[in-house]
């Protein structure tokens, strides 16, 4: 079955540190992959995504993630952390063999310390 | 930017009710799809929606679900009867080509009591 592990529950960084949120997947099909963020109450934005090609991927506000297919991992990176980046932060998941629908990961909640 | 739009946001229903969520997706857009996120939990897909016919569904989206797309603009969900672990925040989605990426809306939270 397909699944999309993200480790980290909670990450604390502080403001201007770097930050990268770890994503793991288990999928029988070449994916596609996403990071989305969602601050409370709000809907999901998308940061980013990767389809084919390049697999340094750069995103909106900063962010970038890294496709290793060896490791079957899409790490989200941001060089420099602002606190408006405090939210949470969900890795996601399709493949058209899937039916294109996207598999979401648990979810990591950043907190930004001044 | 266009916006996937969803109303209302916030229900509050009885067990037992039938609820209505509506969604209205970037015009251009065609494939539509409902996930929900139970408080504390994953985002769980729901239905996929192209071409005027369900394409796939979830184990989650029995026989009180049902999506229609009524007018060409709108794509609602609909609850037959309600049942307390109904309660979540439900997504609509839609996105012109599956490689461009999901538009999310706000969510409508749906509180059944």
């Known amino acids: 079955a397909q699944s999309v592990t993200q480790p980290d529950i909670h990450i604390t960084v502080s403001e201007g540190a770097s930050l990268e949120l770890r994503c793991n997947y288990s999928?029988?099909?070449?994916?596609?992959l996403f990071w989305y963020v969602q601050s409370p109450g709000q809907g999901l934005q998308l940061l980013l995504k990767y389809f084919s090609g390049d697999t340094l991927v750069q995103g909106i506000k900063g962010f970038e993630a890294e496709f290793k297919r060896s490791q079957s991992s899409f790490n989200l990176r941001k060089p420099s952390v602002h606190w408006s980046d405090a939210a949470e932060y969900f890795c996601?998941?399709?493949?058209?063999?899937?039916?294109?629908?996207?598999?979401f990961g648990a979810g990591t909640i950043l907190r930004v310390k001044s | 930017e266009p916006e996937v739009t969803q109303t209302p946001s916030h229900q509050v229903t009885q067990m037992g009710q039938e609820v209505i969520l509506r969604c209205v997706p970037i015009?251009?857009?065609?494939?539509f799809y409902w996930y929900r996120q139970i408080l504390g939990q994953k985002v769980e897909f729901l239905v996929s929606?192209?071409?005027?016919?369900?394409?796939?569904k979830s184990e989650i989206f029995d026989d009180q679900f049902s999506v229609e797309r009524p007018d060409g603009s709108n794509f609602t969900l609909k609850i037959r009867s309600t049942k307390l672990e109904d309660s979540a925040m439900y997504f609509c989605a839609s996105t012109e080509l599956e490689e461009y990426g999901y538009t999310f809306g706000s969510g409508t939270r749906l509180t059944v009591v």
């Open positions: 929606f192209y071409n005027n016919e369900i394409s796939e």
């Open positions: 999928y029988g099909a070449t994916p596609y």
């Open positions: 015009s251009n857009h065609l494939y």
């Open positions: 996601a998941v399709g493949a058209r063999e899937y039916g294109n629908k996207l598999v």
